[in-house]
């Protein structure tokens, strides 16, 4: 089917209920281009006390009902062919009405779903498509709302390959030649028997054909055919992380239709000896956790935004994403395909047991197969997708029926797709939370095992860190029992928090492979240690890569006070972010990256991260999901001659810290000391300098310096140009820097922007976790000495964009659009 985007020409407004329009109530549509976050552009509001926790789920943000509406012409020649419209994904309870007529709905928020509109519509004239999203603390993380990713419309014969109806598998591959077998539905909506020309051809990625075949298939009205076709590519370019070749399957019904999918020769094999191989080499998971929110952007899907992200996580050194907890985007699939960044989807975050008051649970009985079969025909193309998730952390995993329930979803996606592996991110403790006072009594023989050989911990002790708690009461014996099926059920076991059980499982399951599908960022050398040792263990997800949008301060920095003894999960109004991502909402890489790719043996260099003098000597009480209260920076105006903390990261024997000059020290760094140690001095501005030495000599070294003198504007976009369309974007980073170019982290002032010319502002922020300003403004302060504005193109041309800020000299950025 001829596919054309369909995301031009819309128009929004808040759903106003039609008896009060009749009594006067007017809300004006207003023009938007798809894809658009509705729920961004609401205004925040402080809950009362009791929806706190709710509320700071989705970063204060209200829900809504939303409408879209779009007139589009439909040409006289289109009649009697078939037309389709398909929409990546609306949150949520979507429900599209053509030309006044109920079409189809789909309460999946994250789901693509095509609407059957040909029988509704009025041919050489104009029609109306009307969608409706609906959105009321249906979620643990913020979500937007609305038509977020990209719609399109597909014409076709009624003789044609069917939507997602083109699957490539490689089932057998060695060095000389790797056997692609190329699966095509065809569908005949005709009264008559047809019989056509099926040509197939594999193409590299140079263009060129390297493999093709021809074929005839008679497909009976209404009974869709399958054709089957086997061809040999020879000396294969393989799929691998670090070489994404891609190939092109072209499949042609001769005079009728057209469909090419892109795919990867790779292979997968899984045990728990070797663990998992890709192409027969063992590869372990340096895995990320993400929501789908896009920063500035709030939910707004487009393809640019989806590859800057799978692109700086990869740069900082992760292999593979996990998407939680709901599909991937397809764009984002398509930036994983070519980047090579290894993915595991997941389809569901609740099944029939609810974690917030409307959310898809109450779908999930009708739905679920529906859903399933969605995400696995989005997927099964694409080279980087090894594994599908069935749920996270599902309360019911730990009863009969929910094991029964995850045997049938896992069944599910095994009859669609037998390519791939199945697991499913079980949390040991909600597993058994109905039983939660028995598992506490058996946490105490876990608790050595939680705390690390050697080290012994009471059980008060435990319960004082969550993250203790949750790995101690994952190793219990109750727990073991309750997950048992619900682990046999899978390919591979996902544990959430529950890296005590890696060693144990050796021996009480010999035959599980397991991934540690959510991890503390803190814990990644004590897990990194273990998956290394451990061959059944195949990987780690980090909670989170990247930054995010509501479950707010779940990762900000606390200390202990007289009026807070305990660190709080969430904070109040108005915090905006999670604040526990690697990198933050604007791509910028905080600490923990660099500790994370020194723990990975990926840099040689140290890292220096200072602690905020303004809380030295305070007790910390963050969260388990809590980095440190650093950044790397040494311009701490105000705080001369006051003590300072200094975290330094690094895999060597020992590090060196020299102060202008001056040596504070040499301390033993690496592996055995957990790849950091700390020294304590007094802020004198200057330079920073930390060398790092294995067997007395250097690997590397970390400078820091003091910023000084008049402060500058600096804007940068990331690419000089673009294209005016298929989603791409333009994104201008805004720093305060002194003369030389050192950023200036402590001289936060507003900065506007004025975009002309051939685009529009799309976003614009910083990574603030706790701000009432907007995303859709003209003017934002920055935070830590940035800000990021986000460029979307209008047209071919030139987008100008013009920063100011008070004591700076603006600044230009020119971006060509072609």
Not at 34 to 52: K, N, Q, S, Y
Not at 646 to 669: F, H, K
Not at 735 to 758: F, I, K, M, N, Q
Request: charged content about 25%; aromatic content about 8%.
């Amino acid at each position: 089917m001829i596919r054309t985007s369909f995301n031009d020409g819309w128009q929004t407004r808040p759903k106003v209920n039609p008896f009060a329009e009749m009594s006067g109530t007017k809300v004006a549509f207003r023009p938007v281009t798809l894809p658009h976050d509705a729920m961004i552009e609401r205004e925040r509001t402080a809950p009362d006390g009791e929806l706190t926790m709710q509320g700071g789920a989705e970063a204060y943000f209200p829900g809504g009902t939303y409408e879209y509406r779009k007139t589009f012409a439909v040409p006289e020649e289109h009649r009697g062919k078939r037309i389709l419209f398909e929409f990546e994904g609306v949150y949520r309870d979507a429900v599209v009405f053509v030309n006044g007529d109920y079409a189809g709905q789909r309460p999946a928020g994250y789901s693509h779903f095509h609407i059957d509109a040909d029988r509704f519509l009025r041919y050489g004239e104009d029609n109306e498509i009307r969608v409706e999203a609906r959105t009321h603390r249906d979620s643990r993380w913020y979500t937007g709302a609305g038509i977020y990713r990209d719609t399109w419309m597909l014409v076709g014969e009624v003789v044609r390959i069917a939507p997602d109806g083109v699957r490539v598998t490689t089932p057998d591959i060695d060095g000389e030649r790797a056997v692609v077998e190329v699966a095509t539905r065809v569908e005949n909506d005709s009264i008559a028997i047809r019989t056509v020309d099926v040509v197939t051809e594999i193409r590299d990625g140079e263009g060129t054909v390297v493999a093709s075949d021809s074929s005839k298939v008679t497909v009976l009205p209404g009974e869709p055919a399958t054709v089957r076709q086997r061809l040999y590519v020879r000396a294969p370019l393989l799929w691998s992380t670090a070489s994404p070749a891609l190939y092109a399957a072209t499949v042609t019904l001769k005079d009728l239709d057209t469909e090419t999918v892109p795919f990867g020769i790779r292979s997968l094999r899984l045990d728990p000896e070797h663990g998992l191989r890709i192409n027969d080499e063992t590869v372990k998971l340096r895995g990320a956790c993400v929501h789908h929110d896009n920063g500035v952007l709030g939910a707004a899907t487009f393809a640019r935004a989806e590859e800057r992200r799978v692109q700086l996580l990869k740069d900082a050194g992760f292999n593979a994403l996990r998407m939680s907890h709901h599909p991937m985007s397809k764009a984002m699939l398509d930036a994983c395909d070519r980047l090579g960044m290894l993915v595991v989807d997941e389809a569901f975050d609740v099944w029939t047991s609810g974690k917030s008051e409307f959310d898809y649970s109450l779908n999930f009985p009708e739905w679920w197969e529906r859903d399933i079969e969605a995400m696995v025909a989005k997927d099964f193309n694409h080279p980087s997708v090894i594994m599908y998730s069935i749920g996270n952390e599902i309360p019911e995993t730990g009863t009969p029926s929910g094991a029964a329930w995850g045997r049938r979803l896992a069944e599910k996606v095994r009859s669609l797709d037998r390519t791939r592996y199945v697991t499913n991110a079980v949390n040991g403790m909600l597993a058994a939370m109905s039983e939660l006072g028995k598992l506490v009594g058996q946490s105490q023989e876990s608790a050595e095992r939680a705390a690390g050989e050697g080290e012994e911990k009471g059980i008060n002790t435990l319960m004082a860190d969550v993250g203790d708690m949750m790995n101690a009461l994952s190793a219990s014996s109750l727990v073991t029992e309750k997950t048992a099926e619900s682990f046999a059920v899978l390919d591979v076991a996902g544990m959430n928090y529950a890296e005590a059980r890696y060693a144990l499982d050796k021996d009480l399951f010999p035959h599980r492979v397991i991934l540690g599908t959510e991890t503390f960022p803190t814990r990644i050398d004590g897990n990194w240690r273990l998956i290394k040792q451990l061959g059944h263990v195949i990987g780690d997800f980090t909670w989170t890569g990247w930054d995010y949008l509501g479950e707010v301060g779940i990762g900000r920095p606390q200390y202990l006070t007289p009026e807070g003894p305990r660190p709080e999960h969430t904070a109040p109004y108005p915090y905006l972010l999670a604040g526990c991502g690697d990198l933050d909402i604007t791509g910028h890489r905080r600490p923990a990256s660099y500790y994370r790719e020194i723990v990975f043996g990926l840099r040689t260099e140290p890292y220096i991260a200072v602690r905020r003098p303004e809380h030295h000597g305070k007790t910390w009480a963050g969260t388990p999901w809590s980095w440190s209260d650093s950044i790397s920076t040494w311009t701490w105006p105000g705080h001369g001659d006051q003590p300072v903390a200094i975290e330094v990261y690094g895999d060597a024997d020992e590090v060196e810290l020299l102060l202008n000059g001056r040596s504070l020290g040499r301390r033993p760094v690496g592996e055995d000391h957990r790849f950091r140690t700390e020294f304590d001095t007094t802020y004198e501005p200057g330079e920073l300098l930390a060398v790092a030495y294995r067997d007395g000599a250097e690997t590397g070294r970390h400078t820091l310096h003091t910023a000084t003198g008049p402060i500058r504007l600096n804007a940068e976009s990331d690419r000089p140009s673009i294209t005016a369309n298929g989603g791409d974007l333009a994104y201008v980073t805004l720093t305060l820097t002194d003369p030389d170019g050192t950023p200036h982290t402590a001289a936060d002032r507003p900065v506007a922007v004025e975009v002309s010319g051939a685009g529009a502002l799309s976003g614009f922020g910083s990574a603030d976790p706790s701000t009432e300003e907007r995303f859709d403004t003209t003017e934002r302060r920055t935070y830590e000495g940035r800000a990021l504005a986000v460029l979307r193109p209008t047209g071919p041309g030139k987008i100008h964009l013009v920063a100011s800020a008070p004591g700076c000299a603006p600044v230009e950025v020119v971006v060509a659009v072609e």
